[in-house]
């Protein structure tokens, strides 16, 4: 159970620090207005999300078996 709640609160903590990055650090980042780059800071952070619970649930089907 605990290394259940530690990992939830990983995802949280690296949900927040890449919306700070995004909220804070990226306006002052000079990007073209375009739509394939609002595409991609849109759809990043869901995408790194994803590949980190599909990683973690890879390694734990690897390790029951």
Same mark, same amino acid.
């Given at each position: 159970m605990e290394n259940q709640l530690s990992f939830i %609160?990983?995802?949280l903590v690296l949900s927040a620090l890449i919306s700070l990055l995004i909220k804070y650090v990226l306006p002052s980042v000079a990007l073209p207005a375009t739509a394939t780059?609002? +595409? @991609? +800071? %849109?759809? +990043?952070p869901s995408m @790194?999300?994803?590949i980190?619970?599909?990683?973690r649930f890879q390694t734990q089907k690897?390790?029951?078996t």
């Open positions: %609160v990983k995802l780059n609002a +595409l @991609i +800071l %849109v759809l +990043l @790194i999300m994803a980190a619970l599909f990683w690897t390790n029951l």
